[in-house]
């Protein structure tokens, strides 16, 4: 049975629906969108970005990391199955110094500063935008690696849907969601949606156990996964309405609760360990016009509210991770309030933004800790675009932050804070229609988490004296057309990269077996990524990329021969072959996909020790819809030919698997 969070909890979900309510009325009329679609993100013209639509994020069975796999320059890093925890990285960084965003929040925690894509369902989204290296002057933080945007569908029609999955290893689920849009007075739009989603899975797969003898397969035996189950809900309510002079009001609120067991990190999983993952977020957004309207000029007021709270706690009742039959919780929240004044005349336009929060983790377990962060961070944006041919960006951003601890675990009384600036300039250049130069360069930071000064237990201590990682980072590429007809279409991007990274953040443990973190590491990066797209007439579509990569420790104390930067594979390519049935055709839409990912092999160790070997994978995808596309039938075979597929640290993940889903809108 599908295990619904605590009753207080469920009821802020209801809540969070009834927020977007007041955004339409009974009244009818449908909104349709029209325009061509473009693999690239408009937020910022020079950047190295791709978009993952909505019909590329529905394959039954798929977790976030599986789309963002396919993505040049992204390596998706589990620990487990697809709902255990799942980080990424851009371009060789930590997954600590990629933002990503659900909506207009930030998800990226306090306890490491990564955020979990285990933790972000597919089902409600329109899309992903992925910035590599770059990330656009909206955005309240630079990644040194780049950006990641999760973006919710929005209202557009009448219309009311259901849907239900099952796979392989006990996987089911089922959602419905409903929208309405409507016309009002004044020249406004309105438009509400509201969904609701439970899975639930057993997660019960085979591996092979080595014993610990990875070179002699004579003792390996067969294992089945246990405590690795998990259940689920998510709810979501959205809000829009829009006014014909160009205002804008969003409201977005999505609560989410998850419990599941907890297998550990050894080869013979842990069988008591329980954890419980809660998130509750809700913002809202308005963009005013100002001044008057005149060809050639614009301005815009945007005002926003953000609030984030998520909760996880882990119970060990045998002490099997030695955490202790007390267990362990972190509690985090984040406000937040942001103004922005965009102001444009002919050629130039100037972008002032001011994001102001409030960041606080509570740690409670065999000790008590709690720390806050208090930041403002002014930001400036000047765009040129002297001609139709030419774009030239200039951003800086200068974050002040204040931030203080209880210091019941760290021994300290405050954090060190320092005045770290950032800045990026973006140049993109079209030389024809069908070729574009692309070139960026920058100087980004990442600010220790609250759980890096404070500390997170009696073993885990904290270090005020931390300063923020820096780094700089430049790319130039080649955006071209080369084959543009009618039935006919080819198109290469490709980028050439380098990073250099010092003052990284790392554990090091002493004698008493207590880590603790230092600035301490310094690295290199350079690399080629390109993607490749080709469509012919309205049946063949296929996407590849691949991706080159030099990661590097550069660090003068490393203290291990090896430099080559662990969790890192120096090579990762994709491709995805679509076929579809013919618009006109006696065929109904359709479509068969044929998925393949490629990993090279990697270090799970600085000192090159433990290797993760290559990984190949192939997925098969079907779809068809029917009855005008009311009913939406699709199926996936993920991993076809059964290959042994590893995680972060080289553990066993699922084999073959199966999964479909069917889904009725009207």
């Known amino acids: 049975m599908l295990d619904v969070a605590q009753p207080w909890y469920f009821g802020l979900a209801l809540c969070c629906v009834c927020l977007a309510a007041p955004a339409a009325s009974a009244q009818a009329g449908d909104v349709v969108v029209k325009g061509a679609r473009s693999d690239h993100s408009t937020q910022d013209p020079s950047a190295a970005s791709q978009v993952l639509r909505d019909d590329e994020l529905k394959a039954p069975g798929a977790s976030a990391g599986d789309a963002l796999e396919r993505v040049s320059g992204v390596e998706v890093s589990r620990s487990g199955a697809a709902t255990d925890r799942t980080t990424l990285s851009l371009r060789g960084s930590t997954a600590a110094q990629v933002p990503v965003y659900l909506g207009p929040l930030r998800l990226n925690d306090e306890v490491t500063g990564a955020a979990d894509l285990g933790s972000v369902p597919l089902w409600m989204l329109d899309r992903v935008e992925v910035f590599r290296g770059s990330t656009p002057a909206r955005a309240d933080a630079y990644g040194m690696g780049g950006a990641v945007f999760f973006e919710p569908k929005f209202p557009r029609r009448n219309s009311i849907g259901a849907g239900l999955g099952i796979g392989s290893f006990g996987e089911q689920s089922a959602w419905g969601r409903g929208e309405v849009s409507s016309r009002g007075a004044g020249g406004w739009r309105s438009g509400a949606l509201v969904g609701l989603r439970l899975a639930r899975a057993d997660n019960d797969y085979s591996y092979v156990d080595d014993r610990g003898t990875a070179f002699d397969e004579r003792d390996d035996i067969t294992r089945t996964r246990s405590n690795a189950d998990f259940s689920e809900w998510d709810a979501w309510a959205i809000g829009l309405m829009r006014s014909s002079r160009g205002a804008r009001v969003l409201t977005l609120a999505n609560a989410f609760s998850r419990e599941q067991g907890v297998t550990g990190l050894a080869s013979v999983p842990a069988q008591a360990v329980r954890s419980r993952q809660q998130r509750l977020l809700a913002g809202v957004s308005v963009k005013l016009p100002c001044g008057k309207k005149a060809v050639g000029r614009r301005c815009e007021l945007e005002l926003g509210t953000q609030l984030l709270d998520t909760r996880e706690s882990v119970s060990d009742p045998l002490s099997e991770l030695g955490i202790g039959p007390g267990g362990a919780q972190n509690i985090g929240s984040r406000a937040g309030q942001r103004l922005r004044l965009t102001w444009g005349a002919g050629p130039l336009e100037l972008s002032g933004q001011a994001d102001v929060a409030r960041d606080s983790l509570r740690v409670s377990g065999a000790q008590q800790s709690g720390s ?117 279409s080819l198109a290469v991007e490709s980028f050439g990269f380098a990073r250099w990274s010092r003052d990284l953040i790392a554990y090091r443990r002493s004698t008493f077996g207590v880590v603790t973190p230092f600035n301490v590491a310094t690295a290199r990066v350079l690399g080629v990524e390109s993607a490749f797209q080709m469509t012919f007439d309205d049946w063949l579509r296929w996407r590849g990329s691949l991706t080159l990569q030099d990661p590097r420790d550069t660090s003068d104390d490393r203290g291990v021969s090896n430099d080559l930067l662990p969790y890192h594979a120096r090579l990762m390519a994709s491709s995805r072959l679509g076929f579809y049935a013919p618009r006109g055709s006696s065929l109904p839409p359709s479509e068969l996909v044929l998925a393949t990912s490629y990993r090279s092999s990697k270090f799970a160790d600085p000192a090159g020790l433990v290797v993760v070997p290559e990984q190949l994978r192939w997925d098969l995808e079907a779809a068809v819809a029917l009855y005008d596309e009311r009913l939406q039938l699709r199926g996936m075979l993920r991993n076809l030919f059964g290959s042994r597929q590893y995680d972060l640290l080289g553990q066993p993940q699922p084999g073959r698997s199966f999964h479909a889903s069917a889904e009725l809108v009207w």
């Open 372 to 488: 806050e962060r208090f930041s403002a961070r002014p930001a400036l944006e000047v765009v040129l675009r002297p001609d139709a041919r030419a774009s030239y960006a200039l951003s800086g951003a200068l974050p002040i932050v204040s931030t203080r601890s209880d210091a019941r675990v760290s021994d300290v009384s405050a954090g060190s804070d320092g005045l770290e600036p950032e800045g990026r300039l973006g140049v993109a250049y079209s030389v024809t229609e069908h070729l574009s130069l692309l070139f960026n360069v920058g100087h980004f930071t990442r600010r220790p988490t609250l759980g890096e000064l404070f500390g997170l237990s009696s073993l885990v201590r904290g270090n005020a004296g931390l300063v923020a990682e820096r780094g700089e980072g430049i790319d130039f590429g080649v955006r071209a057309a080369l084959v543009q007809q009618r039935t006919f």
